[in-house]
Every structure is written in C-alpha cells, then in structure tokens.
C-alpha cells in the first residue's frame, strides 16, 4: 500500500469516526483491508479508491470504519468501576429519585459487542432486587458499529468471553448451551437471560455527530475510545455525551482516556469518574 493511499484511507477514518490510525502502520492497514479487497474482486487499493469516492462510497465507508475500528472489550473490565457502582454511584443516584422519580438509565456509549453493557446490567440488577419495592431501570447501548451492535443485542457470548464472570452470576443471568449441543469448539455458549435482555435497547450511534432521541441517561460509560480521538474530536464527543446526562448524573471514562476535553460542569469524584453538576 503506498503512502499516499494509506493517507488517504486514514484520514477519512478520522473524518468519519475520529478514530486516528498512524498512516505509517501499513502491516496494520493491509492486514485489515486485504480481505476486502478479496471480497470485491479488487485488483489494486486505487481500484478500492474508486469505490469509496463513487456512489456507493458512503455504504464502503461504513465498512471501512468497521474494518479499521477496534473493538476490543470485556466483562467486568476496570472493576473498580463496577464497585464503585454497586457501593457509590446507585445508592446515590437512587437517594436523588432515580429508579422512583424516574427509570433509572445507564447508557454504554462505545458498547462494542456489549459486556460493558451487561456486566452493568448484572450490577444494577443485584442493587434493584436489595431495594423494597425494587426500581425502574434500563439500559442503552451505542456504537457507531452495527456489526457490534448485533452483536451485543444478540447477547450471546463464548465460553472465553465469559471470563471474569462469577459463577453464581453466569448461573443467574445467563444461558447456557445444552451439552451435546454442537458449538464451534466443543465449548458450552452463553446468552444472556430474557429478563436482563428486556432492560436494554440498542441504537447505532456516532458520538461525533449529533445523537439520535434517547432518554437522558443518569450514569455514562464511555470507556476506551476517546483514547483514539484527536483533542478537537474528543470535546465534540464529551460536548455531546454530557449533554445526555441528567444533572446529578455521573460519566465514567476508560483508565488509560485522556481527561482533556470535558466541558465546564463535571467534578471528578473518583478515577475516572466524574460527577454532572
Ligand atoms: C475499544 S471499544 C470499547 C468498548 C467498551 N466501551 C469497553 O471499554 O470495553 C471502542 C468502541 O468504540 C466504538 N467507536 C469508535 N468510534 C466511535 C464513534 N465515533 N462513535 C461511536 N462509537 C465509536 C467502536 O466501534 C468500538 O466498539
């Protein structure tokens, strides 16, 4: 791939997702593209050119992002996270009427194939069965990606993805294959339960551009991908976000995210943790 080409593909992945890739990594880029071009029949990357500046540019485009995006995710990722929820951030979101005066939302806004998403759904379902009366709760998963949100709307999950998983948490909150049914590898898959699966609904999303009707959420994960956005990206994406939390609501960002770029309003209250004033 020459430069000039790799140039090119790079830079509309920033335009269209934010997503910075060095131009240099071209192992990366070929790795990630060859395929493609294997799948349309295409001799050359110019041919491929061709096809993201012609008309159906804009559906190859979305490829492109789905190809170059990373998607790595899992259960119970940054922990701390999820005890902070458990011992902190519901009880006082619920102390302010969230899950009585309203449902109470959690918003996956990078959701990738979903395990931020449930591994919050199992947390926020344990604290609700504690609580008299239980709480109105749900859950909102985006990506830009609508392979990952299939994916995670699927809800099914290998035995090697459910690492991290308790094992009296797999026995309450999913299901599991049958044994003797035929999986890829002789290994039991997992689904998470009907119960879990109707709290949550998924929307394809892109947090650079103006975001679709959603209710407003009272707790944000937005974790591991504003470490790929440029600074001015990375305050579009925050503008964006915080604009959908509830006053009082909390935004928690990945370990390794930058915490440049968050607009006036936020007060950290924990590693990555911050409170919507
Ligand atoms: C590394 S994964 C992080 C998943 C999860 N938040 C976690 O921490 O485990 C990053 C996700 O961000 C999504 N993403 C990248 N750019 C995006 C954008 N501009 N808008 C929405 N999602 C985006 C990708 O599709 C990918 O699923």
Avoid at 96 to 125: F, N
Avoid at 138 to 160: E, P
Wanted: charged letters at 20%; proline letters at 6%.
């Amino acid at each position: 791939m020459s430069r000039r080409i790799a140039r090119i593909l790079v830079e509309r992945l920033k335009a269209v997702a934010g997503i910075r890739v060095d131009p240099q990594n071209e192992q990366f880029l070929t790795f990630r593209l060859n395929r493609r071009l294997d799948a349309l029949g295409l001799a050359s990357y110019e041919d491929y050119l061709s096809i993201l500046e012609g008309p159906k540019g804009e559906a190859e485009t979305a490829r492109l992002v789905e190809m170059l995006v990373t998607h790595t995710t899992s259960f119970f990722r940054e922990p701390a996270h999820f005890d902070w929820l458990a011992k902190t951030g519901l009880p006082s979101l619920c102390d302010k009427g969230a899950g009585r005066l309203h449902p109470l939302t959690i918003w996956s806004a990078a959701c990738s194939t979903g395990p931020e998403l449930w591994s919050a759904g199992i947390v926020v379902d344990q604290f609700a069965q504690a609580i008299p009366g239980g709480l109105r709760w749900g859950m909102i998963g985006t990506d830009i990606s609508a392979n990952v949100l299939r994916r995670a709307a699927g809800a099914v999950f290998s035995a090697t993805e459910m690492a991290g998983i308790r094992e009296e948490d797999k026995r309450q909150y999913f299901l599991r294959s049958r044994p003797g049914v035929a999986t890829e590898n002789g290994m039991p898959i997992f689904r998470v339960a009907p119960e879990l699966r109707s709290r949550a609904s998924f929307l394809q999303a892109n947090l650079l551009q103006p975001l679709p009707d959603f209710p407003l959420a009272d707790l944000v994960f937005l974790r591991n991908v504003l470490i790929y956005f440029a600074l001015e990206d990375r305050q579009t994406c925050l503008g964006h976000v915080c604009a959908r939390i509830r006053s009082g609501g909390y935004l928690l960002l990945g370990h390794s995210d930058s915490h440049h770029g968050l607009p006036p309003g936020l007060t950290q209250c924990g590693p990555s943790i911050f409170r919507k004033v």
